[in-house]
């Protein structure tokens, strides 16, 4: 039989398979994009392949999924300093506003998927203005990248009234098909309960239900929402999502910092997930989320960058890191699981956005989003647990290979599908707007 792809012979293999498995001297195949053979390197060594990708010296693992993010934001990278999350959307609105149209939006969402491809990560849930521009950057890069229609009240900077966007939901799924790339499922993403109104959300939710989307929202992010939605309608954001129907569909909340003990039980029933961003939280003051609480309570925790303009850069590395210091500082450092920590990294951040059953380990008959680690550094040398490694030491400048449903979209550190200097003179060009803002 013919492969598509081997990738023979690497040192580790973290498959973020049920049991955990980690393999020494394995090979997995590639054929159609997906997971065809996974096995010992010997075993796996008589397989003809159109393309061999000598592992020796790597750990391969699957694709990182970014749960909450604003690619496009990368262009405000350093805008927004010294503030908490109002001093930031201040800045940041006045600055989008200079600066975010729809080509600028497309461009920023492409160095947002080169910045996450050349640091591992292989899908992103990302909630930005101009949706569709932001897809077609991002497809182009080759991120897996899951967009969606945003809604808020007022008619924001892409100039929308409420009901285009209502109808630009309509027509998604067959703009996602037009566009290409890998699959990705549809998801609707009204910003927030203190930026659309509970009767703007119910929309949402009927037309969900319609279109059998996912919902993105960022939920109880600050303590300062928190009280906005409680006096504008005395509820907390997720007893007011329960009760607009937001929660009758697969939901995934950005943040989720300062759930209650009642919302916490209610998103689990519902089935619903955490994107939980401590980078982006813990620089803005935020607070942190409760990692432990919310995956006990049987929630489905991702981890997420937020955007370039919260937390600077996409590197879910430095998120892996935090995530599992949060837990050792609010907990104590002998509840830190650094397998759930890598799981909520990969597997259970693609469960969390429905992609379960097509991304997130390493198993045959799943996609191959798969990244490969150079492990020849000094600050990767030993390996005891090859997990502390991953959570504590490893870093983008590890990430040397990157593939999407099986194609390479980054090879020897470069990106394989655009030129990520003409990515960067076009940015820099575009920038020189803002500096007259300062
Ligand atoms: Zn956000």
């Known amino acids: 039989m013919k492969v598509d792809l081997l990738i023979h012979n690497a040192k580790y293999v973290v498959s973020v398979d049920q049991a ?90 492409e160095l947002g998927a080169a910045e996450a491809l050349l640091s591992g990560t292989t899908t992103a849930l990302d909630m930005y203005l101009n949706h569709v521009a932001t897809h077609r950057g991002a497809v182009r890069v080759g991120l897996r990248h899951v967009g969606g229609p945003i809604f808020f009240d007022f008619p924001g900077l892409d100039g929308l009234e409420w009901n285009e966007r209502i109808s630009y939901a309509s027509t998604w799924e067959e703009t996602l098909s037009e566009i290409g790339g890998p699959h990705v499922p549809i998801f609707f993403m009204p910003h927030s309960c203190y930026t659309d109104s509970p009767e703007h959300l119910a929309e949402v939710a009927a037309l969900a239900t319609k279109f059998k989307a996912r919902i993105h929202l960022h939920v109880s992010e600050t303590v300062a929402e928190n009280e906005q939605v409680q006096s504008l309608y005395n509820r907390t954001p997720t007893q007011l999502l329960k009760e607009v129907g937001v929660l009758d569909h697969p939901t ?23 994107a939980h961003c401590p980078g982006s939280n813990l620089k803005l003051g935020s607070g942190i989320a409760d990692f432990q609480k ?32 949060m837990v050792a500082f609010k907990n104590s450092p ?105």
């Open 334 to 438: 002998a509840e830190v699981d650094l397998a759930a920590i890598i799981r909520a990294a990969t597997i259970e951040g693609a469960e969390a956005i429905g992609l379960g059953d097509r991304i997130g380990s390493i198993e045959i008959g799943k996609e191959a989003d798969l990244i490969a680690l150079d492990l020849r550094a000094a600050h990767l040398t030993p390996i005891h647990n090859v997990l502390a490694l991953l959570v504590y030491a490893a870093g983008r400048g590890d990430v040397t290979d990157v593939w999407v449903a099986g194609s390479r979209v980054v090879a020897s550190r470069v990106l394989t599908r655009i030129s990520l200097e003409d990515v960067i003179s076009r940015v820099e060009e575009r920038c020189l707007k803002l500096a007259g803002l300062k």
């Open 252 to 274: 995934i909340f950005g943040h989720g910092v300062h759930l209650s003990e009642s919302d916490i039980v209610e998103l689990a029933r519902t089935g619903g997930a955490v």
């Open 20 to 109: 955990g498995s980690i393999f020494e001297l394995s090979s997995i195949a590639v054929t159609n994009g997906r997971i065809s053979h996974l096995g010992s390197a010997t075993e796996l060594a008589e397989l003809e392949a159109t393309e061999v990708f000598d592992a020796a010296h790597h750990l391969i693992m699957p694709g990182m999924v970014n749960s909450h993010t604003h690619l496009a934001m990368t262009l405000l990278r350093g805008w927004a300093e010294g503030v908490n999350l109002q001093g930031f959307l201040e800045r940041v609105w006045a600055a989008e506003g200079a600066i975010m149209d729809e080509a600028t939006c497309e461009l920023g969402t």
């Open 294 to 325: 919310l995956r006990a309570a049987g929630i489905k925790v991702g981890l997420g960058t937020d955007g370039c303009s919260s937390s600077n850069d996409l590197d879910m590395w430095q998120v892996l890191r935090l995530a599992a210091h």
